[in-house]
């Protein structure tokens, strides 16, 4: 089945622990994007990447680090963690970019204590 | 920054009525525009895309798209009980040699039985 699957679907942690979500796609698509979702402000990018090894940034990356060393896995990591990114992840991806569907991952709720 | 903009609802109808959701977009140079729904809890999937001035239908759903007001629109006819879910509008950006898609907050869509 193709689908994008993001781990894990919930997590709570203290402010400065490191940590990672993770982002994998079976369907050979190019293009790969994380967005932030809170009330009031609607889906935001954070990163993006085009390919492996390129990488960009979105409208919020601050406190964000990706990487692109594999075409299927694209990482959300987060080095020192703050109340502020408690939010909604989604991990999404396209064929070959932002003109084409994006398909969604289910989701990592994080919570930021 | 470019902007996407959508009435953030909630917009209720009853079942079987037509609902029509909006959204204007700052960049005139835009040229293809997505319609998302999401059910409360859910990811975000593609319902309709549209890139040529005028209608476009699918089923029950009709985009219909005006570049020169920089509006694009969403028709839902016969609503369904099932279609009560946020819909958001999608507009690529490529500001600055970056590849963005902006999302509008959302609408919310409630179909009463």
């Known amino acids: 089945e193709a689908q994008v699957t993001q781990n894990p679907r919930y997590l709570i942690t203290v402010t400065g622990k490191k940590l990672t979500v993770t982002c994998s796609q079976n369907?050979?698509?190019?293009?790969m994007s994380w967005y932030r979702q809170d009330p009031g402000l609607g889906l935001r990018q954070i990163y993006y990447s085009m390919n492996v090894e390129v990488t960009d940034k979105g409208d919020v990356p601050e406190g964000y680090k990706v990487s692109r060393k594999e075409k299927r896995n694209f990482p959300l990591i987060l080095e020192s963690p703050s109340p502020n990114q408690t939010s909604l992840y989604f991990c999404a991806s396209s064929r070959l970019g932002l003109y084409e569907k994006l398909f969604f991952g289910s989701g990592t709720q994080l919570s930021v204590l | 920054q470019k902007e996407v903009e959508q009435n953030s609802g909630p917009l209720s109808v009853p079942e079987g009525a037509i609902a029509s959701l909006n959204c204007t977009y700052s960049d005139r140079g835009s040229q293809s525009f997505f319609w998302y729904r999401q059910y409360s809890g859910k990811s975000p999937e593609l319902i309709m895309f549209?890139?040529?001035?005028g209608d476009k239908e699918d089923g029950r759903f009709t985009a219909q798209l005006n570049k020169a007001s920089q509006y694009v629109s969403l028709l839902i006819r016969d609503s369904q009980p099932s279609d009560s879910a946020t819909y958001l509008c999608?507009?690529?950006?490529?500001?600055?040699?970056?590849?963005?898609?902006?999302f509008g907050k959302g609408t919310k869509l409630t179909v009463n039985p």
């Open positions: 549209i890139y040529s001035n």
């Open positions: 369907m050979n698509h190019e293009y």
């Open positions: 999608a507009v690529p950006s490529t500001q600055g040699g970056s590849e963005k898609l902006v």
